[in-house]
């Protein structure tokens, strides 16, 4: 047992889960306590599961598409019809498209398909090759973090795996700083046909052709809900969603 502060009990009781000290504090903050200890609100899944972003080198192209059904697929055709089941990239317009735009454009085919489950899944389903930079894969494959994985036509890629990063949010649940460098697991860079990175010409991925960022609206949710159960240090400090 050892005399810790109000903000110290606040943490333990915000984390049931979490071994600790049995902790103490001066009798004069009890009646703090009771005012500010409140239980924390239940956990509210987002309505949309992630959203997808389409760019062209550094250009936002298009708008913000938010995605509901656990199964989508981005293709590179024309069809107007939009659904929550399918994004076609070829109705897209930019006036500043160059050739190699163009013509990566129209590689794009069949594109990929996200499945929501226990864990995202990319399938490309084109006759190109697909290339994905995605903390989590990387940390789960034992890579570094910024390695961008090739996933050939026909094939698949475990992108994000929830249960390592259930155990990755319990690690953190005291650490602002480490529940901010955890968001940044939750943006997965998807581009078609031509790679970047240390094995590629291509640097940035803002240097590819046409390319997706998947910002992931649940696992972000999550942190946030945990941000806002820890001390925090910087009053400026923004949380997991800004």
Known sequence: MYSGTLEDLECVLANPSVNSRCITIPKSLDGRLQQTHQRPPPFRHPKSWAQITYFELNSRVGEVFKLVNQS?????????????TRICLGQLTNVNRNGTIENTRMHIGKG???????HIMIINNSDMPVFVQSKNTNLMMNMPLGKVNRIPPHSQLCAFEFNLFFQMLEQSCNDRDGLNELSKHCFIRISFVKGWGEDYP?????STPCWLELRLNVPLAYIDQKMKQTPR???NEPNSMT
Do not use: E, F, H
């Not at 981005?74 to 659904?83: H, L």
């Not at 990929?112 to 226990?118: E, G, S, W």
């Not at 291509?202 to 803002?206: H, L, Y």
């Open 202 to 206: 291509r640097q940035d991925v803002t």
């Open 233 to 235: 240090t910087n009053m």
């Open 72 to 84: 989508i697929t981005v293709d590179g055709y024309t069809d107007p019809s939009n659904s929550d």
């Open 112 to 118: 990929i398909q996200l499945d929501n489950k226990d």
